[in-house]
């Protein structure tokens, strides 16, 4: 009502009722503690005298406690785009003795409130069974219009209206089976929200079932579903009641087998494992947290490669409304039966054709997380590059030559050579050996590699400038050169061994504002040594001209030296010729090898 029609209702009341209309001021100060007030049918939330809210508890559809807590939910409607879901209140304990002032809040709402009343007996009662979401061991009390869960500590209510579906699984194990009951909306413990009730039943346990009605009203309520009497597994019990009241069919899997003959893939999802099974319309998984997807919901699948293993593969689904699910860790030989199953389906396939790739490179999996930016690798090439530059510069020149590879089968090449076919045999074997060269075909000659000298490696480890520049530490050097002495004050006793492993545990608990630190000084250091070693080039090849023109000038020197030696020994051989004709025609036979230029001068002087 607006202001102006404050008197006129006035005038109504006073006049057909007479009764005064008073005005009520409401608190508008936007505290959130104050008293609470029951009145009738209304719940009143108080700051001094002046109301805040109020409640018609004819609205409360549940009712919850906890330590210090009160939660009313209330009755929704479909029609309203918004409406409140429920209210919390904190019952701050009181001193009085033999008086808990949560249950004595709950027992006034819950006496006007329009909350589901658990009026008569119930038709059957099932004790202690496995839940595993939410976790605990209920009673479940099956009443004609609701279901009521009993544990030790919560109770819940689930009307049968809000069951939307019901789920029957084989455990991978086949020794166990999964009742899955979809809930719409959820049922609440604390701040969490439960939209599956999942039931665990082992198919050894069996029990027998009476119902606390008689067979006319069995048969007239249930129409041959159900009988009083029933025997049988302990979870074909619970599903075929559960069906006959609730009136919705259950959902087995279909046609779908796995790798190993299971009916369900076994797999990740988030941060716990748990078991995938596609079904006709769907697929859902177990069990926590449970996820139910249905086909039209499915906008595109996607195969995706393993981030830590080869031997695994990641199955993606996004829905149309954009959410994405990735069950990760699945088995690599469970892939071609999934893409069969999806492709059947007629599912989006987001990466078409892989399937053959897969057989031949597991690594076509789309999506890979390699192409994303890692610093911390991008800063260890960056070191690794600058180390690399830093060994070349103090190489002294022979950094331009590779390093040879070993080859062990390459020095056996050489021995080879005395064994092959094609080398010339001796004289006292060759007549022999003739015979069996014909027989057997010749070997290929095998082709020797030209292997560098290793003269060069050795020649550049002797000449390495002990004058060079020192190289540069890194970061981590650096900090553990200036903390050694501390470790060492803080463990005596420490061995040189287990001092580098505690060191490497403090460098890599360290906080990254401190490495920074550390860091920069490495770069400080580099840029120094960066700095002398251009200094140290620019002196180095002065001094290396000069050493080239000194080797130059006593080569030339040596090269004349040995020219004046060979003329005189070829005018004293011709000399000695002409002298002794038989002497030179015994040592004629002798190989020229074995000639020099000493024993034909010695000789000679001898002559003379």
Not at 51 to 80: M, R, W, Y
Not at 197 to 217: A, G, P, Q, V, Y
Not at 340 to 363: H, P, T
Not at 443 to 453: E, Y
Request: with cysteine.
């Amino acid at each position: 009502f607006s202001a102006q029609e404050f008197d006129k209702l006035s005038d109504f009341f006073k006049a057909h009722y007479r009764l005064e209309l008073a005005e009520k001021d409401l608190c508008v100060k936007g505290w959130n503690w104050g008293t609470v007030r029951f009145g009738g049918q209304l719940l009143s939330f108080d700051i001094g005298e002046q109301p805040v809210f109020e409640i018609p508890l004819s609205n409360v559809s549940q009712c919850t406690t906890g330590k210090n807590e009160v939660t009313l939910e209330f009755h929704q409607n479909d029609d309203a785009e918004v409406s409140l879901m429920e209210v919390r209140f904190y019952v701050p304990p009181t001193q009085e003795d033999g008086v808990d002032p949560v249950e004595a809040f709950a027992q006034n709402v819950l006496s006007k409130a329009d909350v589901i009343q658990a009026t008569g007996d119930a038709i059957c009662i099932f004790r202690e069974l496995q839940c595993l979401t939410p976790r605990g061991r209920y009673d479940i009390r099956i009443y004609p219009t609701f279901l009521h869960l009993h544990g030790k500590t919560f109770d819940y209510k689930i009307p049968y209206t809000t069951v939307l579906r019901l789920f029957l699984l084989p455990h991978k194990d086949q020794r166990q089976m999964f009742f899955v009951i979809s809930l719409d909306p959820p049922i609440k413990q604390g701040q969490t929200r439960y939209h599956f009730l999942i039931l665990l039943f082992s198919k050894d346990e069996d029990i027998s079932l009476t119902l606390n009605m008689n067979e006319e009203e069995v048969e007239k309520r249930f129409e041959g579903r159900l009988t009083k009497n029933m025997s049988g597994s302990l979870y074909e019990m619970v599903s075929r009641v559960m069906k006959a009241l609730v009136n919705r069919k259950i959902t087995v899997p279909g046609n779908f087998q796995g790798h190993s003959g299971a009916q369900c893939i076994t797999c990740s999802y988030k941060a716990s494992s748990g078991l995938l099974y596609p079904l006709e319309r769907g697929f859902i998984y177990v069990h926590k947290p449970p996820v139910h997807i249905r086909f039209d919901e499915i906008s595109f699948v996607n195969f995706a490669r393993g981030t830590t293993t080869t031997r695994s593969f990641d199955f993606e689904i996004e829905t149309k409304q954009g959410t994405q699910y990735t069950f990760s860790s699945i088995e690599r030989e469970e892939y071609g039966k999934l893409f069969d199953f999806v492709n059947a389906k007629k599912l989006n396939i987001k990466n078409r054709g892989l399937k053959e790739g897969m057989k031949q490179s597991y690594d076509e999996y789309a999506d890979s997380d390699e192409d994303q930016h890692d610093a911390y690798l991008e800063r260890m090439k960056e070191e690794g590059k600058i180390r690399e530059e830093n060994a070349n510069d103090s190489s002294d020149g022979s950094g331009e030559e590779t390093d040879e590879s070993f080859n062990p089968g390459e020095e056996d090449d050489d021995v080879a050579e005395e064994f092959d076919s094609n080398a010339s045999a001796s004289s006292s074997s060759g007549e022999g050996d003739s015979d069996r060269d014909e027989k057997k075909p010749a070997k290929k000659a095998k082709i020797v590699k030209d292997r560098k000298p290793r003269k060069k490696q050795q020649e550049s480890k002797k000449g390495k400038d002990p004058n060079a520049p020192k190289r540069p530490m890194s970061a981590y050097m650096l900090w553990l050169n200036a903390n050694r002495e501390k470790i060492k004050s803080d463990h005596p006793g420490i061995s040189i061994t287990d001092l580098s492993k505690k060191a490497g545990e403090l460098w890599k608990a360290m906080s990254k504002e401190k490495k920074e630190e550390w860091d920069r000084k490495a770069e400080d250091a580099r840029r120094d040594y960066e700095k002398a070693m251009k200094e140290y080039s620019v002196g180095s090849k002065s001094e290396s001209s000069k050493t080239e023109r000194s080797k130059k000038k006593k080569k030339k020197q040596e090269k004349q030296m040995k020219g004046k030696v060979e003329k005189k020994g070829a005018t004293s051989k011709s000399l000695s010729s002409a002298k002794s004709p038989a002497k030179n025609m015994s040592e004629s036979f002798k190989s020229k090898e074995f000639v020099s230029s000493d024993e034909s001068s010695s000789g000679e002087s001898k002559k003379e």
